[in-house]
């Protein structure tokens, strides 16, 4: 179990030539197509935890994420997460989490997750020292949709997180990123999460089919 600190901002696509131009961003930075399903019960139980379960493929590998409720304020974040390689569609969550109250309260829900909705985007990451830290800075770039319907947004968004040193170091880059020599960048914090989004369009397409 990790505990996960990021700052997410959001970006408009008119200014992420100016980004991708920013000399902090000047190092190539590897890029890898991620494909995300999330689950919930018919009653939605999960997110009246504020919690999400997610299945990922990246690459050729497949990974189970499980992240708790926590604390957002100003677009940064801090929550539990737990995320280890899985067998598509088995959902062992008891393996992967190591709270055996939450294991527990999972498995009892498990026979009744179903998939609601996908993310599928590219990320491209740069690991960057500011201000005595390690911050991973990921731009993701793609749609959020519901399966079988023709529902979808693009998304396109930043997330700083947090490796080590003190948490004000998210804030002093972002500041540094969004003042770029180019021209000052619309980068925006945000405390909604894909999950949070997803969900917002998968009940939108609910009223859409009513």
Same mark, same amino acid.
């Given at each position: %179990?990790? +505990?996960? +600190?990021? &700052?997410?901002?959001? *970006?408009?696509?008119?200014?992420?030539?100016?980004?991708?131009?920013?000399?902090?961003?000047?190092?190539?930075?590897? !890029?890898?197509?991620?494909?995300?399903?999330?689950?919930?019960?018919?009653?939605?139980? /999960?997110?009246?935890?504020? %919690?999400?379960?997610?299945?990922?493929?990246?690459?050729? +590998?497949? @990974?189970?994420?499980?992240?708790?409720?926590?604390?957002?304020?100003?677009?940064?974040?801090?929550?539990?997460?737990?995320?280890?390689? +899985?067998?598509?569609?088995? /959902?062992?969550?008891?393996? *992967?989490?190591?709270?055996?109250?939450?294991?527990?309260?999972? %498995?009892?829900?498990?026979?009744?997750?179903?998939?609601?909705?996908?993310?599928?985007?590219?990320?491209?990451?740069?690991?960057?020292?500011?201000?005595?830290?390690?911050?991973?800075? #990921? *731009?993701?770039?793609?749609?959020?949709?519901?399966?079988?319907? !023709?529902?979808?947004?693009? @998304?396109?968004? &930043?997330?700083?997180? &947090?490796?080590?040193?003190?948490?004000? #170091?998210?804030?002093?880059?972002? #500041?540094?990123?969004?003042?770029?020599?180019?021209? /000052?960048?619309?980068?925006?914090?945000?405390?909604?999460?894909?999950?949070?989004?997803? %969900?917002?369009?998968?009940?939108?397409?609910? &009223?859409?089919? !009513?």
């Amino acid at each position: %179990m990790a +505990t996960e +600190t990021e &700052l997410k901002l959001q *970006l408009q696509a008119v200014d992420l030539p100016l980004l991708l131009a920013h000399p902090l961003l000047a190092t190539a930075a590897p !890029a890898e197509r991620l494909l995300n399903t999330y689950f919930d019960t018919p009653d939605l139980a /999960l997110k009246k935890r504020r %919690m999400a379960v997610r299945e990922r493929l990246a690459g050729d +590998t497949w @990974l189970l994420t499980v992240k708790t409720a926590g604390s957002s304020a100003g677009g940064v974040s801090r929550r539990r997460e737990w995320e280890g390689p +899985t067998t598509p569609g088995a /959902l062992d969550l008891a393996a *992967l989490v190591d709270d055996a109250e939450l294991a527990a309260e999972l %498995m009892v829900l498990r026979p009744t997750l179903r998939p609601l909705f996908c993310t599928d985007f590219v990320r491209r990451r740069w690991v960057l020292s500011h201000a005595g830290a390690q911050v991973e800075v #990921a *731009l993701d770039e793609g749609t959020v949709s519901v399966p079988g319907t !023709a529902w979808s947004e693009p @998304l396109l968004e &930043l997330e700083l997180e &947090l490796l080590s040193g003190p948490e004000s #170091a998210l804030l002093s880059l972002a #500041a540094l990123l969004r003042d770029s020599p180019a021209g /000052l960048l619309g980068l925006l914090p945000s405390d909604v999460s894909k999950a949070q989004r997803g %969900m917002a369009l998968w009940e939108r397409s609910l &009223l859409d089919g !009513a």
